[in-house]
C-alpha cells in the first residue's frame, strides 16, 4: 500500500467515531460529541488567501517534531509559500526528533526561550503556567469550527480550548504472516497466553527472529506501557481522575511482561532502551513476529519492504478483558508573546487549509483531526481496522498538568521494570511524581 494514500477510509467512519463513546483525554470513556464541526473545505479555502496582503510583519520561531524525514521538506515549503504570500511576516523552523525534543523544549521554556509556536504530544503544563493563547486567539473562526469535536475536547481545560488539535493515530497488533506460518502458527493471538505461546514458537524459528517487539526505550515508552495497562484492566488514573500508576493492574502488568516475555528470552534485548522507530524498521524487514503498531506502520513497510506479509488484528488482552486501543493526539500550541500573534495567525489558517492540511496527513500516514481533511480524503482499506478501533481508544491523560512530569518519567524508567528492577518500586516512583506535580 503506497503511504501517500494513507488517508481516512471513509467519511462515514470518521464521523461514527466522532458521534460515539470514546476515551476522552482525562483516560476515561467519555460520551462522543454530538456532532462534527462545521467549516468545510469552502470555508477552508477561504482562510488560506484571506490573510494574504498588508498587516503588521514578524517573525516567529517554530519548533517541530520529527515524525519521519519528511517532515522538514514539508514545513520548508509551506513556509516558503507563507513568507511569499505574507511579505515581512517570517518562519523560523527547528524540527527535533522525539528522543531529543521532550528535552529540549523543556530547557528552552526554563531559560524562557520558548517558541512562538510548538508542535508536540502535551500542552496542559503550559497553559496552566498561563504561557499560552487561547486557540481561537490564533486561528480564525472557520478553523477552530472544522477541529472535530472530539479533539478539540481533547485539548481543552477547564472549558477553555488552549491545544490546536493536529494528527490523531490509532494502534494495533501487526503480526508477520510468513513467520506465522513457518512457525505452525494459524490465528493471531487473542489474549496475553496466547500471545506469550505464539512468541516462544517464533523464537524458536532462530536466524534471529524475534517474538515479540517490546519498545519501552525514552522514543515512546509511556504507549507501549499503556497498550498493556489496559488490556489488563489498568490506567494512568481513574473515574475521578486521581493518578493510579502503581495500582494493582498496572504493577501485575509489568510483572507479567518480564516473567513471561523479558526474562525467557521472547523479545529483543534490551527492551528498556529499545525505540519504536528502531522496532517498525526492523518489523518492515521481516524479523519481528509480532508488535503493537501504529497507523502509519503500513507506510513505513510500503517503503523499506512492500512484499511483506502481514496482518493486522486486535491488541490481546489478559484474560477475561476486552481488547481496546491507545488512541494518540499530538498538538501545536501558540506561546504568548508581544507582536506575534497576527503572524501566528495567518500562518496557522494557512496550515489547517484542507489543502495543506490533507498532504500533511497523507504524507505521514495519520488519521486527521479536522472535518474538511475528512471529508476531502478518500481511503484506503488498510485504515479502516484503526477507526473501527477508535471507539474503545483510550488517551494519554493530556489535559492533566501533570502529565508531562509523568511522561517523562515513563519514558526513562518505565523500561527498566521489565528487567533490572522492581515494577512496583519503579511505578511507586512515578506515582509520587506525579501526586506531588498535583499538587
Not at 13 to 28: E, M, P, R
Not at 252 to 258: N, P, V
Not at 411 to 420: F, I, P, R, S
Amino acid at each position: 500500500m503506497n503511504r501517500r494514500h494513507l488517508a481516512i477510509a471513509a467519511t462515514t467512519a470518521i464521523t461514527a467515531f466522532v458521534l460515539s463513546a470514546c476515551g476522552g483525554a482525562n483516560g476515561d470513556p467519555a460520551a462522543g460529541p454530538t456532532g462534527a464541526g462545521e467549516g468545510g473545505t469552502e470555508a477552508a479555502g477561504e482562510r488560506g488567501t484571506e490573510a494574504a496582503g498588508e498587516g503588521e510583519g514578524g517573525t516567529i520561531t517554530f519548533v517541530a517534531a520529527e515524525y519521519t524525514e519528511n517532515v522538514e521538506p514539508y514545513w520548508q515549503d509551506l513556509i516558503a509559500e507563507f513568507e511569499e504570500a505574507n511579505p515581512g511576516h517570517e518562519v523560523d523552523l527547528q524540527v527535533i526528533n522525539w528522543n531529543d525534543i521532550d528535552q529540549q523544549v523543556a530547557t528552552l521554556i526554563a531559560t524562557g526561550q520558548q517558541p512562538d509556536l510548538l508542535n508536540i504530544n502535551k500542552f496542559a503544563e503550559y497553559a496552566a503556567d498561563d504561557l499560552l493563547y487561547e486557540a481561537s486567539e490564533v486561528v480564525s473562526e472557520e478553523t477552530m469550527a472544522d477541529f472535530l469535536p472530539t479533539f478539540a475536547d481533547n485539548a481543552t481545560v477547564d472549558g477553555t480550548q488552549y491545544g490546536l488539535p493536529f494528527i490523531a493515530s490509532a494502534r494495533l497488533f501487526f503480526y508477520n504472516e510468513a513467520l506465522f506460518e513457518e512457525a505452525g502458527i494459524s490465528e493471531p493471538p487473542a489474549t496475553w497466553s496466547e500471545l506469550r505461546d505464539a512468541a516462544e514458537q517464533l523464537q524458536g524459528l532462530g536466524d534471529g527472529v524475534v517474538g515479540y517487539g517490546l519498545p519501552l526505550g525514552p522514543e515512546e515508552a509511556q504507549a507501549e506501557f499503556q497498550m498493556w495497562i489496559n488490556g489488563n484492566g489498568g490506567h494512568w488514573v481513574d473515574d475521578a481522575g486521581e493518578w493510579t500508576i502503581d495500582s494493582p493492574e498496572n504493577v501485575e502488568t509489568l510483572q507479567w511482561l518480564r516473567d513471561n516475555l523479558v526474562e525467557p528470552g521472547l523479545t529483543q534485548p534490551n527492551p528498556a532502551t529499545t525505540n519504536r522507530t528502531d522496532l517498525f524498521n526492523v518489523f518492515a524487514q521481516g524479523q519481528v513476529g509480532m508488535l503493537n503498531g501504529a497507523v502509519f506502520l503500513p507506510g513505513i513497510i510500503e517503503e523499506q519492504n512492500a512484499e511483506l506479509e502481514y496482518g493486522i488484528a486486535p491488541i490481546p488482552p489478559a484474560e477475561g478483558n476486552e481488547p481496546s486501543t491507545l488512541g494518540v493526539q499530538d498538538y501545536l500550541m501558540a506561546f504568548r508573546k508581544d507582536g506575534n500573534q497576527e503572524t501566528l495567525r495567518r500562518f496557522l489558517d494557512l496550515f489547517y487549509t484542507e489543502e495543506h492540511y490533507s498532504e500533511f496527513i497523507t504524507q505521514e500516514g495519520f488519521l486527521p483531526v479536522t472535518q474538511s481533511s475528512s471529508d476531502a480524503l478518500a481511503g484506503d482499506e488498510v485504515l479502516q481496522p484503526f477507526i473501527e478501533a477508535l471507539p474503545s481508544a483510550r488517551f494519554y491523560p493530556t489535559t492533566k498538568p501533570a502529565w508531562s512530569t509523568v511522561d517523562g518519567l515513563v519514558k526513562q524508567t518505565v523500561g527498566t521494570a521489565v528487567q533490572d528492577a522492581e515494577p512496583e518500586e519503579v511505578l511507586g516512583r512515578i506515582q509520587q511524581e506525579a501526586s506531588a506535580a498535583s499538587e
